[in-house]
């Protein structure tokens, strides 16, 4: 789906009618973007409506709403839905996409979206697979930069104290057992490819300055001695 004016109007429309009280057009309404949303980039043209200014605010939250939905169908599939293809590319649209979403709807009209991560990252972590490891890394690191760049308000501290919450301990559960995986893997003889371990360290320490930018949290402070004897160890290597 080609995001153009043509695409604009499509789409405006068809989320105006979902609010239309007679079932008629909003069933109609359902149908069109049902069908739509088997196009390639249409999750993309979505996001382009929501953060289109001229358009409605109660048709940019109804894009919002049909946005989640339709990420949550690909994001975790059921037997009936066709998921997205696991590739650097997609997890990447698939993060920014998140990050849009972020800073007009998370955490407080979305509260599962974290919990969700995390227990996707402990099943991920659970079989080694780096691939999603690191896409939902990257998901996560996306969502908390806007810690580096947005002044202090009440709204911030609440909503870092909700990552802080859900994420620290997570974060350095994976952070250690990559960092495992590399000592194992580099003394062994049939080593395994180091690339996606490092890129998941590369993401861990992204989303470790996002958290601890505004000030030092308490768990991080707690747990001082394992991130910098890590740290420490990489600025050391060959």
Known sequence: MEWNQQTLEFL????????????????LAE????????????????LH???????DKQIRQAAVINFKNH??????????TTPIPD?????????EALA??????FPRSWP??????????HKASQASDYAS????????NSIFKKFRYQFKTNDLWLDLKYCLDNFSAPLLEIFLKTAALIDSSSSSANSSPLGPLFESQRLCCRSFYSLNFQELPQFFEDHMKEWMTEFRKYLISD
């Open 133 to 140: 490891i690191n896409g939902i890394l990257g998901t996560a």
């Open 31 to 46: 149908a069109l973007l049902l069908e739509a949303s088997h196009s390639p980039n249409y999750g993309l043209a979505v």
């Open 87 to 95: 590739s650097e590319k997609i997890q990447t649209q698939f993060s």
């Open 12 to 27: 405006s429309n068809c989320f105006l009618h979902t609010l239309c009280p007679s079932p008629e057009p909003r069933r």
């Open 49 to 55: 409506l929501v953060t289109e200014p001229s358009v």
């Open 71 to 80: 990420l949550r169908c690909r994001w975790a599939p059921s037997e009936e």
């Open 112 to 121: 599962a979206l974290l919990p969700e991560l995390v227990s996707s990252l």
């Open 100 to 105: 849009i979403i972020d800073n007009h709807d």
